[in-house]
T-cell receptor
Framework: RKEVEQDPGPFNVPEGATVAFNCTYS??????FFWYRQDCRKEPKLLMS???SGNEDGRFTAQLNRASQYISLLIRDSKLSDSATYLC????????????FGGGTRLMVKP | DAGITQSPRYKITETGRQVTLMCHQT?????MFWYRQDLGHGLRLIYY???????DKGEVPDGYVVSRSKTENFPLTLESATRSQTSVYFC?????????????FGEGSRLTVL
């Protein structure tokens, strides 16, 4: 089983739609969770951290469910510019507790 | 305003050749990382370094060598390139290790091994 699993998509949604992605992780001891965004043929960039109590940044809401070991990202009022791949990132049980990336979920927002 | 830079951005080489990918950061971040990104696998950690002269293996270190004689540089060498090492390689840096989150990535080096 992969440490961090995501539905690769693509999720095709119209502008203005609300879309949600889930991500599951295998290491129950993980303490740090993040969402990164990666545009086509570009480097990943941090979108937001995910806190235990859930957190919001504008149109983006991240939630953590430790009992079920998944994190989610909700995007409201989707914009064309939200089209990208969203990477779920968790600190793992690998050497040095380094970050482990999921395979990413591709979002395409259509006019 | 350089940040983190990788070179070369694109490289085509042949099986068996030695290739070195360079990574340079101007923030004096203590941690540096090398990842490879392949379809179906996402980003996988090759090696990382917590400080100058300290390096550790990641998830997929076989066939790669790293060094960190200076804080700002973290070159990745493929000693004898194989076709399976065709990939996009990302260097990243951070003020902390994995725990606190923000990795700053270079633009990537696209390597093709023929």
């Amino acid at each position: 089983r992969k440490e961090v699993e995501q539905d690769p998509g693509p999720f095709n949604v119209p502008e203005g739609a609300t879309v949600a992605f889930n991500c599951t992780y295998s290491n129950s001891a993980s303490q740090s969770f993040f969402w990164y965004r990666q545009d086509c043929r570009k480097e990943p960039k941090l979108l937001m951290s995910v806190y235990s109590s859930g957190n919001e940044d504008g149109r983006f809401t991240a939630q953590l469910n430790r009992a079920s070991q998944y994190i989610s990202l909700l995007i409201r009022d989707s914009k064309l510019s939200d089209s990208a791949t969203y990477l779920c990132v968790v600190n793992g049980d690998n050497a040095g507790n380094m970050l482990t990336f999921g395979g990413g979920t591709r979002l395409m927002v259509k006019p | 305003d350089a940040g983190i830079t990788q070179s070369p951005r694109y490289k085509i080489t042949e099986t068996g050749r030695q290739v070195t990918l360079m990574c340079h950061q101007t923030w004096s971040h203590s941690y540096m990382f090398w990842y490879r990104q392949d379809l179906g696998h996402g980003l996988r950690l090759i090696y990382y370094s917590a400080a100058a002269d300290i390096t550790d293996k990641g998830e997929v270190p076989d066939g790669y060598v790293v060094s960190r004689s200076k804080t700002e540089n973290f070159p990745l060498t493929l000693e004898s390139a194989t076709r399976s090492q065709t990939s996009v390689y990302f260097c990243a840096s951070s003020n902390s290790g994995g725990d606190t989150g923000e990795l700053f990535f270079g633009e990537g080096s696209r390597l093709t091994v023929l």
